[in-house]
């Protein structure tokens, strides 16, 4: 007889931070498999069918990395709030506001020069996004309001009021939905075929957000927050600032993502302007283990798992649907797994305690 | 008028059926502190599976098994990996609700027959849960909606007095309430907090699938991508309106049915909306954002207002500190 108990770490392990995603990565490949085998189609050339759909040629690559920018920039956004332990799952909303903001300048400011209207509309994203976050942060900071469920609730009401206004206040006046074209100067230029300026944009921000984090006295004060609240009230940190400030912070690049993305790739404020970019962007900050670098392979594989999905329609006939669910499985055993970074297994022989 | 309001009560009721059961589950879920966000796949893959259940079987009640089943099935891997492996909650729930959806609507275009190229969509089911009218009470104005009801909403009639004095009058019930409040205490005065746990998890999400195979079987009896169009997420909005109470619930599901199926008639009598459709769309999320914030805001001062359980998403371990 064995038994089984689960023991809190007393030292670091070095290795379980790569075996526990490798692990993890190749049971999630093999559940994928056995989904795959049970709807006939034969794994192999499923996985290689979907690897070909999102880095097969220059366009692919190019597509897969376009999705995979939103993705990083949310899943950044969320991160930094998260360093406190404060759950935004609202950056879906934020991100939705931040392309209402921008559509709002690019739109309706008609008397700005048009050299004025993408750098003032990008800051209008930034603002509404910020403000998105700001409303929970403040609640929350001042008043203990629990931010898991007031970020989730005001997503929809972000989603719903994008609704109401592509489909009725500032619809075009012909087409069934949508408002009309952005005017040129308010579309960011492309840099590399399907590949935006956004690009600049989320690279700076990884790199702007680790010297944050890691090297400044706010980010060590974020840190330790997380960390150890007592510990940080002691020393005199504010603990109601910095939720607020890593709100409006974490809100404002949500915007951004929302600005960035209808300006360069819809194009106008139209439906599917919620593309699920700030949810995903929770699970990558979570993957990414909260470090921004992480955050770009993180990315760029779920962006993959999406654009992937496409050729297994094409090539295998599978539903698209499958992309998803090819998703869900690479999380589920992570997440699992992610209990042997604390913690370890240890085996006991009956008889031998 | 008289009349208006009776049509408008019965399409309530119907749709807050499919609301009712889905947030009596998560009720249960979260009063032992466990916050489960995967409620959304979790309903979308009830509702597939008691529609492709039903439709390759012919048998209503299978279906309803199944939806069981999967609902069982999907929130024990919540339980599992928010419980043993002490997983975030919220990454775990939302994974749930991504893999569901996904599953779901896979699933979809797998199950169905091989003359519609296996596809589900746009199929009939032989036969619905329909309403059945108890003669003489079914004609008395307005309440009489309640009495023209499907088999399914019947059932909730005893569910819920039952699930509120399970939840408030019995030990059981203080069981859960301890274990979602003061974990550590509960675990001191002997109780199993992580069997606890994953009992109404599990019994949690076998409402959720129930609530989703309330709309394939009764509701809109077919199967389309997305059916549940985020019902799961009005839920969590519906358990924070209800406070955590199962009395309550059918008053959220009441007020949320009501507001969507006004949007409806109103549409359909033609009238020229004052409020556009999408503000109606988003009220139920807005007004459970205020009311979270107010209540929170208000039992500052006063206690016992609010009765959010104060471990709800946090792990638990004996062995730790």
């Known amino acids: 007889m064995m038994r089984f108990i689960i023991e809190k770490r007393t030292t670091k392990s070095k290795y379980s931070v790569f075996i526990v995603p490798l692990v993890s990565f190749a049971i999630s490949l093999l559940l994928g498999a056995i989904v795959l085998a049970a709807s006939k189609a034969n794994p192999f050339a499923a996985y290689k069918a979907m690897f070909e759909g999102s880095f097969g040629n220059i366009r692919r690559i190019q597509y897969t990395l376009r999705e995979a920018m939103p993705l990083l920039m949310c899943g950044l956004a969320v991160g930094i709030a998260f360093k406190l332990k404060f759950w935004n799952i609202g950056a879906e909303g934020q991100y939705v506001s931040g392309a209402i903001g921008f559509t709002w300048v690019v739109q309706f400011w008609t008397f700005l020069p048009p050299v004025l209207l993408l750098p003032v509309g990008l800051l209008m994203g930034i603002i509404a996004g910020g403000l998105w976050a700001g409303v929970p942060g403040t609640l929350k900071a001042q008043w203990g309001v629990d931010e898991t469920l007031t970020t989730l609730m005001l997503n929809y009401v972000a989603i719903g009021y994008a609704e109401y206004l592509y489909i009725d206040h500032w619809k075009a006046p012909f087409g069934n939905m949508g408002t009309p074209k952005f005017p040129d100067a308010a579309i960011l230029p492309s840099v590399w075929g399907r590949v935006h300026a956004g690009v600049f944009f989320a690279l700076a921000l990884v790199v702007i957000l680790w010297f944050i984090l890691y090297k400044t006295r706010w980010g060590f004060e974020l840190n330790m927050i997380g960390k150890n609240p007592k510990a940080a009230r002691y020393q005199g940190v504010s603990i109601k600032k910095n939720i607020i400030m890593a709100m409006l912070f974490s809100g404002a690049i949500a915007g951004l993502a929302g600005a960035i993305h209808t300006s360069a790739v819809a194009q106008k404020l139209t439906t599917g302007v919620n593309g699920n970019y700030g949810f995903t962007g929770i699970i990558i900050a979570w993957m990414g283990g909260l470090n921004p670098f992480g955050s770009i392979i993180v990315a760029i594989v779920m962006a993959a798992l999406s654009t992937g999905a496409g050729q297994l329609q094409i090539a295998l006939k599978l539903p698209e649907a499958m992309g998803a669910v090819l998703q869900g499985l690479v999380l589920l055993p992570l997440l699992a797994g992610s209990l042997f970074n604390e913690y370890h297994l240890r085996v006991i022989k009956k008889g031998a305690e | ?321």
């Open chain 2, 1 to 321: 008028m008289m009349d208006f309001i009776t049509k408008l009560l019965a399409a309530t009721i119907a749709m807050g059926t499919s609301l009712t059961y889905a947030t009596l589950g998560e009720i249960y879920t979260e009063k032992t502190g466990i916050l489960n966000l995967g409620m959304e796949g979790t309903m979308l893959m009830g509702a597939l599976t008691a529609f492709a259940t039903a439709y390759n079987t012919g048998s209503l009640f299978l279906g309803l098994a199944g939806a069981i089943v999967i609902g069982a099935i999907f929130s024990a891997i919540h339980a599992f990996l928010s419980i043993t492996m002490r997983a975030n909650q919220v990454v775990s729930g939302l994974s749930i609700t991504m893999f569901g959806t996904g599953l779901a609507n896979f699933l979809g275009q797998r199950l169905g027959p091989q003359t519609n190229n296996f596809n589900l969509v746009g199929m009939n089911l032989q036969s619905k849960f329909n309403n059945i009218a108890i003669p003489g009470l079914h004609k008395i104005p307005v309440i009489g909606a309640f009495f023209d009801v499907s088999l399914l909403t019947y059932a909730l009639y005893l569910i819920i007095p039952f699930a509120w004095f399970y939840m408030y009058k019995t030990k059981y019930g203080l069981a859960i309430r301890s274990v979602g409040e003061a974990p550590r205490t509960a675990s001191a005065m002997g109780l199993n907090v992580a069997r606890i746990r994953y009992l109404y998890t599990i019994i949690g999400g076998m409402f959720a699938g129930l609530g989703g195979a309330c709309l394939s079987l009764s509701f809109t009896p077919s199967w389309n991508d997305n059916m549940t169009g985020g019902k799961g997420w009005i839920v969590i909005a519906l358990v924070i309106f209800a406070t955590w109470n199962p009395g309550k619930a059918v008053l959220g599901t009441l007020v949320f049915g009501g507001i969507t199926s006004l949007q409806f008639s109103l549409q359909a009598a033609g009238f020229r909306m004052v409020i556009p459709s999408q503000f109606l769309g988003f009220s139920p999320y807005l007004i459970t954002f205020l009311t979270l914030s107010i209540l929170t805001i208000a039992n500052q001062k006063r206690k016992s207002l609010f009765s959010a359980p104060s471990a709800l998403g946090t792990s638990f371990a004996i062995d730790e500190k």
